[in-house]
């Protein structure tokens, strides 16, 4: 059974910095690609930023471009999203996925197994 475990959410001021760690079970961050997503409340789910299953291709959305980055730990079977300079608008719940393709996938049809999400507010 795949699992998925989300963690390191919370409380910043904007411009302040987080990262947030995905713990991936019963599927190897080896030839899988990974993607953090985000779901602000009356919003859809977005694509934030992806990792293909080599660990060398990354890819984000334009909102967090220069902001945030992807990386793995391939012997914790981790995912990593570092979050700098934080603005407001960046407060969402934040899940991880997993899909059965090495590539990155911004659609989020493309991932079968989902965390459960963890809460990342920035105040003004």
């Known amino acids: 059974q795949v699992q998925l475990a989300e963690s390191g959410g919370g409380l910043v001021q904007a411009g302040g910095s987080l990262r947030l760690s995905c713990v991936v079970s019963?599927?190897?961050?080896?030839?899988?690609?990974v993607g953090w997503f985000r779901q602000a409340p009356g919003k859809e789910r977005e694509f934030v930023a992806g990792?293909?299953?080599?660990?060398?291709?990354?890819a984000y959305g334009d909102s967090v471009k220069g902001r945030f980055t992807i990386s793995r730990d391939r012997p914790k079977n981790t995912i990593y999203l570092q979050m700098n300079n934080l603005k407001p608008e960046d407060t969402a719940v934040y899940y991880c996925?997993?899909?059965?393709?090495?590539?990155?996938?911004?659609?989020?049809?493309?991932?079968?197994?989902w965390g459960q999400g963890t809460q990342v507010t920035v105040s003004s």
């Open positions: 990792i293909g299953g080599g660990g060398f291709s990354t």
């Open positions: 019963g599927r190897t961050v080896s030839g899988y690609g």
């Open positions: 996925a997993t899909g059965l393709a090495a590539s990155i996938r911004t659609a989020t049809s493309a991932y079968d197994v």
